[in-house]
């Protein structure tokens, strides 16, 4: 089973900068937790970050012939991209939809999401185990329904 687990924009800062809302943990140091848990779980994962709109959709559109779900953080992009909700719809893969704070008690415009209604789950919250909590989910899924 192979998962895809993509940062949207600026989180290539974490660890840097605002610890208060995103933790002292760097990217790098999350994708390596995220690698062993992944181990633990018997299947692979592969890591993109990426500032660009345009990229993130042309690595979901790569992802279709590659991965058999997504584990996404859209960061920004998830209160405005409409290009990105219609990457994961066409792709037809099972994505998650993760967040590191709870965007439902920060500003309003957050509460807003073009990629909720196209995700299978969606998880927001519980800082960077957000991410570990979205894998074990996808995984499970694929495990119940097969990875097409
Ligand atoms: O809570 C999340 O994971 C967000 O996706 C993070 C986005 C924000 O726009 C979403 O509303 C919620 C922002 C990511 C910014 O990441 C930074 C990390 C460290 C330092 C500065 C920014």
Redesign the pocket.
Known sequence: MKILIIH????????????D??GADTLEEINSSLTAHAKELGVDVSFFQSNSEGEIVSTIQDAMSKHDGIVI????Y??TSVAIRDAILSSGLPVVE??????YK?EDF?QRSFISGVALGVI??FGVN?YFLGLSGLVEYLSDHGTG
């Open positions: 949207g924009p600026n989180l290539n800062m974490l660890g840097k900068r605002e610890p809302i995103y953080n859209p960061g920004a998830t209160h993760v967040h590191i704070s709870n965007v920060r957050r927001s919250g957000s």
